[in-house]
């Protein structure tokens, strides 16, 4: 077993090697996770989120192993990055990897389990949603940020915001990051930053307007590649599920 516990938690390390150990039977299920799995713990006064990655393929299970860096690592080392950088995520506590012999088995992320009161998702299925403009415009400012920090979020997707409201005052938490890197953005890869985010061309709008305002360029130039982008997005998405489709339920003719 390899871990790393941030200080200020050190002091829980047996703790957090018991819900790690004991994480199959115990625990609360938390969210609809595709590919891996999320839980709540209780850690004194404190609720925590412990994700735990898939067991990889049979190719990454080497690779995580001698060359790369699992993405429970990568979301440990990323989340301490953003709070360096002032940006919102929750707080990160530890990682923990289990490898085997040649092979990588699994690992886990542990996080302090933040209270929210909607993500982006929420923006883009309930247009009455109070202050829904106000919201997406302070959205847009908070992506701006990033860019301008050099932060790529390459999972900036609507289930990976969540958000806070106040009285006019919105913070914006990033979470599953382990896909991340850390580079100067061109303007064509800030706009194509924005490509998962939105189906609605009129979400696109706004952000378009907002963002066009912040990088002092022409409104059409920016709306016309972030939704050039978001569609060639798009048709991607449909392309591999219909051929994940048709993979899936293709059967062998029987003679």
Known sequence: MNYKINKGFQAHEQLLKEIVANYETTGENFGNQDRNSLKLFALNSMTINVKSFKVPNIFNKIAYKFFRKSKAQRSFEYANKLIEFNIGTPQPLAYFEFKSGLFFKNSYYISEHLRYDLTYREL???????????????????????????????DHSPGNTLIK????DYKFYLVDLNRMRFESMSFEERIKNFAKLTIHKSMVEVMSDEYAKLINRDYNEVFELMWKETEAFQNRFHRKRRLKNKILFWRPKKY
Do not use: Q
């Open 124 to 154: 883009t299925t309930d247009f009455n949603y109070p202050n829904h403009e106000a919201i997406l415009r302070a959205f847009t400012r908070f992506t701006y940020n990033l860019h301008e920090k050099g932060i790529n979020f390459l």
């Open 165 to 168: 409201t106040g009285e006019g």
